[in-house]
């Protein structure tokens, strides 16, 4: 699935339509080397996170391709761009939470 949506933005990135997005996800400015550790303290927390991996996998593909990753959805009249994999992850994020309670 990450690898899917890692194509659908390619996708849009040749049609030139969406923006490039150094941050993480929605947009929020971090610095990379802290996605990448809460990428890999995701990885140790087993089964669950599963949904999050998976949007993760997606924009890390992105980022090692393009650089940055490429949002392609936008939110009329907020100006918020981006893209499944992002979804992907607050999802994922947002169930992992949830479920350890």
């Given at each position: 699935?990450?690898?899917?949506?890692?194509?659908?933005?390619?996708?849009?990135?040749?049609?030139?339509?969406?923006?490039?997005?150094?941050?993480?996800?929605?947009?929020?400015?971090?610095p990379t080397y802290l996605w990448y550790l809460a990428f890999g303290l995701i990885l140790m927390v087993?089964?669950?996170?599963?949904?999050?991996?998976?949007?993760?996998?997606?924009?890390?593909?992105?980022?090692?391709?393009?650089?940055?990753?490429?949002?392609?959805?936008?939110?009329?009249?907020?100006?918020?761009?981006?893209?499944?994999?992002?979804?992907?992850?607050?999802?994922?994020?947002?169930?992992?939470?949830?479920?350890?309670?």
């Open positions: 699935m990450g690898a899917i949506d890692f194509s659908i933005q390619y996708f849009f990135f040749r049609l030139g339509c969406g923006v490039a997005n150094r941050g993480v996800s929605f947009g929020f400015n971090v087993g089964y669950r996170s599963r949904l999050f991996i998976t949007g993760a996998v997606g924009n890390l593909l992105s980022r090692m391709i393009l650089g940055y990753v490429w949002d392609y959805i936008k939110i009329p009249y907020v100006g918020l761009w981006f893209n499944l994999s992002d979804v992907m992850i607050v999802s994922g994020a947002g169930l992992m939470i949830w479920k350890s309670k």
